[in-house]
């Protein structure tokens, strides 16, 4: 079994452990119903967990990168602000917060 260590960059570790969970409990539900054997449905499972998994890791590493804006003094604080600032507005309107929320899950999805 692997694990996903990534960086807290756009905040995927616990999305992509909940995936693997799930992932897993299909795997070992196909094994108990005797649709494949133990050994090929794990091998199958890591398989499938270290596609979507490299790719939200190389993505998460991306964003923690030093030179980013987020990491300069003043300029990353002015981001960071701005950022605080439009989650605050979308949290105060349902009906943007609920498209930007399907948004994300059928971004995340699709990977």
């Known amino acids: 079994?692997?694990?996903?260590?990534m960086t807290p960059g756009r905040g995927a570790g616990a999305?992509?452990?909940?995936?693997?969970?799930?992932?897993l409990s299909?795997?070992?539900a196909e094994v108990h119903r005797g649709d494949r054997p133990l050994v090929d449905a794990i091998c199958g499972y890591e398989r499938e967990m270290l596609r979507y998994?490299?790719?939200?890791?190389?993505?998460?590493?991306q964003q923690m990168n030093a030179d980013d804006l987020?990491?300069?003094?003043?300029?990353?604080?002015?981001?960071?602000?701005?950022?605080r600032?439009?989650?605050r507005v979308?949290?105060?309107?349902?009906?943007?917060?609920?498209?930007i929320t399907k948004s994300i899950f059928r971004t995340r999805a699709a990977h």
Do not use: C, I, W
């Open 1 to 5: 079994m692997y694990a996903n260590t």
């Open 15 to 23: 999305n992509t452990a909940l995936r693997d969970a799930a992932l």
């Open 26 to 28: 299909k795997t070992l």
């Open 53 to 61: 998994s490299t790719e939200a890791v190389l993505k998460s590493r």
């Open 70 to 83: 987020l990491h300069k003094p003043v300029l990353g604080r002015v981001q960071l602000a701005a950022m």
């Open 85 to 87: 600032g439009g989650m």
């Open 90 to 99: 979308v949290n105060a309107f349902p009906l943007l917060k609920r498209r």
